[in-house]
């Protein structure tokens, strides 16, 4: 590869880290609610833990296989692991210094206490060490290393205490571990505020501290000569060979038992002031090197700063979003007939109202109760319905549309769910959905071999007065009843005949029963989807040399593939004007002369998760836009089963020109990406703004109260 391509492609790892530090921003952010700060400051540690534990454990086996290969910018895996470093060592630094500081000396100014136990007053020093010794200290076990106790397996993200003990019998020194209790013990212990002075509202310390402070209580008759605390992360990515489905969940359920052990250590972090003793003995007892070595100043395991959440303080977080029904499905609601909210006559069913429009829905403004999960339960109920078959990837724990699935077996219909066993980090969980759905009687696929099924869809098949009539739900977002009100994502339901063709033909391909790879309107990877994105691309070109108006709006998580990101700079050089909205990694290049100067690039990252995925192609003026959940990456584009479906009714299309112009041209809450790669934050145009997703819950405040007209 030339120093060309290189220069004109930035590095997918280190666009991640740029877009974890503006995470970051956010927690920095004077007009970010205080524990929405704690939130932020929570996800940006959560990231880097994934991160180290499939990305940087990636390239480290690269590294250790002995593999050379250069990346599209030109750097290989030894150079990448020493770029992430020095990338990431100032952005923890930062969120030490600015992010972490500064939360605890805010959060005291509102009277919430996180101490350490040397800040206890007596009364609540009698009480912790109570604490301790009932609830605490039953479950520790201390494991020492000597000749007949070899070095101890560190779990992946454990919280770890490591400490030199003086045996005065032997008089000998021995190095102990003890393992912090994290999953059934909170991080954070509340003690009483009545403890503490007159205006304090909440008070916690970190379970660590009250451990080390009672350390001689778990070594009796020894004394502690130091002490420190510790924390590991190993590679935790699953590598499953292409197997058949009958063996995939118990293939994958060993590999879940052996990631909870972990593979290779790829990061030990520790506490700043560790005394060189205990870190030699860590770093040769685990095998650990020096560029794996973080030191932290401060508290480790951050992610768990998402607990100060749970503090009922509403003028410290965001100001509460519901969520509203969309206008069309108003009076489609079960439930308002039971409440008296509406008169039964009143009442009409989803599919009436999806036979007459076509509805697209965006969550989390539009309601995923009221539309996704009443829409899989009247299916369930109606004696019409015969069938359904839809795709899960991640699903939340109290799912109320599993029951629907259950319940529409048990009233005798047709029901296959594809569930996506692979689904990273979901595994676990959407195993034990499995094993339910089986015991249920619902006929549960595990999709294509080699594929990883990540597609959002939902059919029904009901049978109508003229014959059987398909209705259907695609979208961009999981069906996942926690996620949906925290993520932005698209959706249609619709009855449109062809689309529902395609989708019975997609779930025999899914189910093993059809080897179709042409379809009618859908564009589905890894068979049509790359060629058709590719298509609709060269099309615009080719109106931009003709000199009509050419234009490429987009929304995704990602931007990653090389082909795609080399169409459209030719694009750019045609004179197509490109404007992108990417929230994570973007490894295009904007505003680069005689390249990309064409093209624009912003990232909305916010109180919402933005996740929606949307390409729109004006295709002279006469537009075409298509929604699903493939992001432009290798992996949604060839090695996923994904389907991507066009918006055809005007009024929607409408819809998601005015969403565009919205995220396009509003400033507070944007990154606008520099041609240097770097992310600049737009600042407030008046002082009157508001944050871009806050500016949609207006919005929806005043739609959710027009008349509605069926």
């Known amino acids: 590869m030339s120093k060309k391509n290189e220069n004109n492609y930035i590095n997918r790892e280190l666009s991640w880290i740029n877009f974890n530090k503006r995470v970051l921003e956010l927690a920095l952010d004077p007009d970010t609610p205080l524990l929405e700060k704690a939130k932020f400051n929570a996800i940006f540690r959560n990231n880097l833990d994934e991160f180290f534990m499939v990305r940087v454990a990636s390239l480290k086996s690269q590294v250790e296989a002995g593999v050379t290969k250069i990346s599209e910018d030109g750097l290989t895996p030894k150079e990448q692991l020493k770029e992430i470093r020095s990338n990431l060592l100032p952005l923890l630094k930062e969120q030490e210094k600015k992010g972490i500081n500064l939360l605890n000396q805010c959060l005291r100014k509102e009277n919430i206490y996180i101490l350490n136990y040397q800040e206890l007053n007596n009364r609540q020093r009698t009480w912790i060490n109570n604490y301790f010794q009932n609830t605490i200290f039953p479950i520790l076990t201390p494991l020492g290393v000597d000749p007949s106790h070899p070095f101890p397996f560190v779990s992946n993200l454990s919280l770890n205490l490591a400490?030199?003990?003086?045996?005065?019998?032997?008089k000998k020194e021995q190095f102990a571990r003890v393992k912090i209790p994290q999953k059934i013990i909170s991080r954070f212990i509340k003690i009483p505020i009545e403890l503490g002075k007159d205006s304090t509202i909440h008070i916690a310390i970190p379970i660590e501290e009250i451990i080390a402070a009672n350390l001689n209580l778990l070594f009796p008759g020894m004394k502690i000569k130091k002490y420190s605390l510790f924390r590991v992360t190993r590679d935790a990515d699953l590598e499953l060979r292409d197997i058949e489905a009958d063996d995939l969940m118990s293939a994958l359920e060993e590999g879940l038992r052996k990631r909870r052990r972990g593979g290779e250590v790829v990061r030990l972090e520790v506490s700043k002031e560790i005394p060189n003793e205990i870190l030699e003995l860590l770093m040769n007892g685990m095998k650990v090197k020096e560029e794996d070595l973080y030191q932290v100043n401060g508290l480790l395991a951050l992610d768990e700063l998402f607990t100060l959440g749970e503090?009922?303080?509403?003028?410290?977080?965001?100001?509460?979003?519901?969520?509203?029904?969309?206008?069309?499905?108003?009076?489609?609601?079960?439930?308002?007939?039971?409440?008296?909210?509406i008169k039964k006559e009143e009442f009409t069913d989803m599919f009436n109202v999806i036979r007459k429009n076509d509805i697209l829905l965006h969550h989390p403004y539009d309601l995923f109760s009221t539309s996704i999960e009443e829409f899989i339960n009247q299916a369930a109920e109606d004696p019409q319905v015969m069938g359904i078959k839809m795709t899960l990837y991640r699903i939340s724990k109290d799912s109320p549309i599993i029951e629907s699935l259950i319940k529409a077996t048990e009233n005798g219909k047709q029901v296959m769910a594809l569930v996506e066993l692979k689904a990273r980090f979901d595994e676990d969980n959407n195993i034990q959905w499995a094993k339910q759905l089986e015991q249920s009687g619902v006929h549960v696929v595990y999709g294509v071999v080699g594929l990883k099924t990540h597609t959002k869809i939902t059919l029904i098949v009901r049978k109508e007065k003229h014959g059987v009539r398909t209705y259907f739900h695609i979208g961009t977002g999981n069906y996942n009843s926690k996620t949906s009100k925290l993520y932005t994502d698209l959706g249609i339901l619709s009855a449109q005949p062809e689309i529902g063709k395609d989708l019975i033909e997609l779930f025999n391909y899914l189910s093993g029963f059809s080897k179709q790879q042409n379809y009618r309107k859908l564009l589905v990877a890894p068979f049509s989807l790359r060629t058709g994105i590719e298509n609709l691309i060269l099309r615009e070109i080719e109106f931009a040399k003709k000199g009509l108006p050419a234009n490429i709006k987009a929304k995704m998580n990602s931007l990653v593939d090389p082909d795609i990101i080399k169409l459209l700079y030719k694009a750019s050089?045609?004179?197509v004007k490109i404007e992108l909205i990417v929230r994570g990694m973007c490894c295009l290049i904007p505003g680069k002369a005689n390249l990309s100067e064409n093209i624009k690039v912003i990232s909305i990252i916010g109180?919402?998760?933005e996740h929606s995925r949307i390409f729109?192609?004006?295709?002279?003026?006469?537009p075409e836009i298509f929604i699903g959940s493939a992001d432009l990456m290798r992996r949604n584009l060839d090695r996923r089963v994904e389907a991507v479906t066009p918006i055809e009714?005007?009024?929607?299309?409408?819809e998601v020109k005015k969403l565009f112009d919205h995220l396009l041209n509003h400033k507070y809450g944007t990154w606008e990406m520099q041609n240097t790669g770097s992310f600049k934050k737009l600042k407030k145009t008046n002082d009157e703004e508001l944050y871009i997703q806050d500016e949609l819950i207006e919005n929806l405040k005043t739609k959710i109260n027009k008349p509605i007209n069926n």
């Open 649 to 654: 009714d005007k009024e929607l299309k409408l």
């Open 573 to 575: 050089q045609f004179g």
């Open 616 to 622: 729109w192609f004006s295709n002279n003026d006469n």
């Open 311 to 341: 503090i009922d303080l509403p003028n410290l977080k965001y100001k509460k979003h519901n969520g509203g029904t969309h206008l069309l499905l108003k009076n489609c609601q079960k439930g308002l007939i039971e409440d008296g909210s």
């Open 607 to 609: 109180r919402f998760l």
């Open 163 to 170: 400490a030199i003990i003086y045996d005065n019998d032997s």
